[in-house]
Structure formats: structure tokens, C-alpha cells
């Protein structure tokens, strides 16, 4: 239930300033740690600003509900807003500069598959890929530990799309004045669609945003649920509880109608500024990668050898032992 789930204890905030704010705390770390030696104008010419930071991370976020959408075989819709959720806690106290956007989606987008299980292989996934598929299960399989470890290993996610089944139910058993409820689901559905581009999953109840779509639906078809609300859906709540949710649906409404256009312009040239200041540290492709990898599985290798060394220097002495014995 969301009510005790590390969804609701640990990922949900009071609103869009503290979630910015942990934004923008991740990226001065990033930017302090990379730049110590830059002066502040050299610092913003050469690294990422938290807004720039965010408009990379919207970009990616439509491009993972694309790859969901064509997705072979047909993904779930709860998948896509998993991986979503999953990729917006990440960004919280991650920088992009520090993991490059493509490389999360596609772990979030595979990772999201396991947990809700929509059961496709490391070479299904991949094969919906164009390019070497070979270098992209690898990524995949690499970034997996880490992704789950900056989630804190809470991966239950909790979407609207099941609350809001069930408010169809609902709608159906106990306010049949409303002819035909199915009318209302296209527009919903519409609704849930455009909140998974927002933080609303940071923000609001899934039964919430669930409501909400719902409501929105109805206004636009015309249809009154104002008694099914009141009489039937909050029966027993407090005029205080009601006029709180009067107010988170408010909000809601807002934030999905005025979301901000993706600027798309901007998207070549902050990408380019991105691959000169990320972490090579954390990229598959670059030698500093590739020679760190190296070191740890030589320094594994190490380790292996000296055990294998220490079991047979001490098999060696238990044969030596029971040979002596008298």
C-alpha cells in the first residue's frame, strides 16, 4: 500500500522548490569538485547550469516514453511509469554530468521491466535498439548495481494507472447515474499520460493524480461527478481533508496544463557542452573508463591469486600434518 511504502517515507517532497533545490545542490557538488581549480567564469563556460541540467534530463526523459511506446513487445504502461519515476529520483541527487542521461534511461527503462515483471532478456531489450547492441547490454548491465544502489534499493513504485482502474470500478458499482464511465477513460488516460513529463510523481499520491485524471476527463465530456465525489468517493472525510484536496487537484491540473515546451533548439548544443564536462570516470566509451575497469579486474585477479595461494598453502600443510601423523 502507498500509505507505508518507501515510495511515500523516502520519494515524495513538499513541493517543486525542494525538489530544484536538491537539483541544484547535486549539481554545485559536481561542479565543486570538477572545477576547484577554474575560476566562476571559466566554471560557467565549461559545466552545466542545474537549469541546463534539467532541460537535458526532460529531453531524455521523452525520448525513454518513446523507445517505451515502440517498444517490441508491447510495454505496459505502469513500465513506462516506473522507469520514469525511476530516472527523475535519480536526477535528485545525481548530476548528468556525472552519468550521462542515455545511459540511465535505458538502465531505468530495463531495470523498470524486471521489477513490474514485464519479462523481456538483455537481448530482447537491446534488440530494440539500433546500433551495437552488444556495447548497450553492457552499459545496461553495468549501470544496473549503481542505479539500484542511488534509489537506496526502493524500486516498488507505486502509479496511478491501477487507482485509477479502480476508480472506474468504483464509478460503475456505485454511480450508475453516469451512463457509460468507459467515456471518460481516453481523455484519463491523456491526463496520466502528460503528468508522467512532470514531477508529479515526486509530489502527489497516485490516487491523487488518479482522481485528477478523472475529473479532468469529465469536465471535458461534460459529465457531473460532483455527487459521486462528495456523497459517495469522500463520504466521511472532513470539510478541512476535502478542501486539501481541493487544492492538491488544483495544483495537479496546473502543473500538467503549463508544463513547459521541450526547448529542442537547445538540445545539440548541450549536449555538445555535456560531453566536454562529464565524468570520464563513469563513461563506457572513454579510456579513463576502460583503464579503470582494467585496474579493478586486475586488482580482482590479485586478490583471487593470493586466495587460491593461501587454500593450497594450507591444504599443503593439513597433507603434510596427517603424513606425520604417528
Not at 519479462?119 to 539500433?130: A, D, H, R, Y
Not at 526502493?154 to 487507482?163: A, D, E, M, Q
Request: proline share 4%; hydrophobic share 35%; glycine share 2%.
Amino acid at each position: 500500500m502507498f500509505a507505508t511504502s518507501s515510495q511515500l517515507k523516502h520519494w515524495m517532497f513538499n513541493n517543486e522548490a525542494e525538489v530544484q533545490s536538491l537539483r541544484q545542490e547535486a549539481n554545485e557538488r559536481y561542479v565543486e569538485l570538477h572545477g576547484s581549480k577554474m575560476s566562476e567564469e571559466q566554471r560557467r563556460a565549461y559545466f552545466l547550469t542545474s537549469s541546463e541540467e534539467r532541460h537535458l534530463c526532460r529531453h531524455f526523459e521523452f525520448v525513454l516514453k518513446e523507445f517505451c511506446s515502440r517498444f517490441q513487445p508491447p510495454m505496459p504502461k505502469y513500465v513506462l511509469g516506473t522507469a520514469l519515476c525511476y530516472f527523475k529520483r535519480f536526477y535528485i541527487n545525481c548530476s548528468a554530468m556525472d552519468y550521462h542521461p542515455k545511459d540511465i534511461m535505458l538502465t531505468c527503462v530495463y531495470l523498470a521491466s524486471k521489477v513490474e515483471e514485464f519479462n523481456v532478456s538483455i537481448t530482447q531489450f537491446v534488440g530494440n535498439l539500433k546500433g551495437d547492441r552488444e556495447k548497450f547490454a553492457n552499459t545496461i548491465l553495468t549501470f544496473e548495481l549503481l542505479l539500484m544502489d542511488k534509489l537506496n534499493y526502493h524500486l516498488l513504485v507505486h502509479n496511478p494507472y491501477r487507482p485509477m482502474e479502480g476508480l472506474f470500478i468504483d464509478l460503475k458499482t456505485r454511480f450508475r447515474v453516469l451512463e457509460n464511465p468507459e467515456k471518460l477513460r481516453k481523455a484519463a488516460e491523456e491526463f496520466l499520460d502528460k503528468s508522467l513529463m512532470t514531477d508529479i510523481c515526486l509530489l502527489f499520491a497516485p490516487s491523487q493524480v488518479a482522481l485528477t485524471a478523472v475529473l479532468v476527463s469529465a469536465a471535458k465530456e461534460k459529465a457531473n461527478l460532483d455527487r459521486y465525489v462528495t456523497e459517495t468517493l469522500l463520504k466521511g472525510m472532513s470539510s478541512e481533508d476535502i478542501k486539501k484536496l481541493q487544492v492538491q487537484i488544483k495544483k495537479l491540473r496546473h502543473m500538467v496544463k503549463s508544463q513547459e515546451p521541450i526547448p529542442r533548439e537547445q538540445m545539440s548544443q548541450l549536449q555538445r557542452k555535456l560531453d566536454q564536462c562529464r565524468n570520464q570516470e563513469n563513461n563506457p566509451e572513454s579510456e579513463v573508463y576502460k583503464r579503470k575497469l582494467q585496474e579493478m579486474l586486475d586488482e580482482d585477479e590479485e586478490i583471487q591469486t593470493k586466495k587460491r595461494k593461501k587454500i593450497s598453502e594450507e591444504q599443503k600443510k593439513k597433507d603434510e600434518e596427517l603424513l606425520f601423523m604417528p
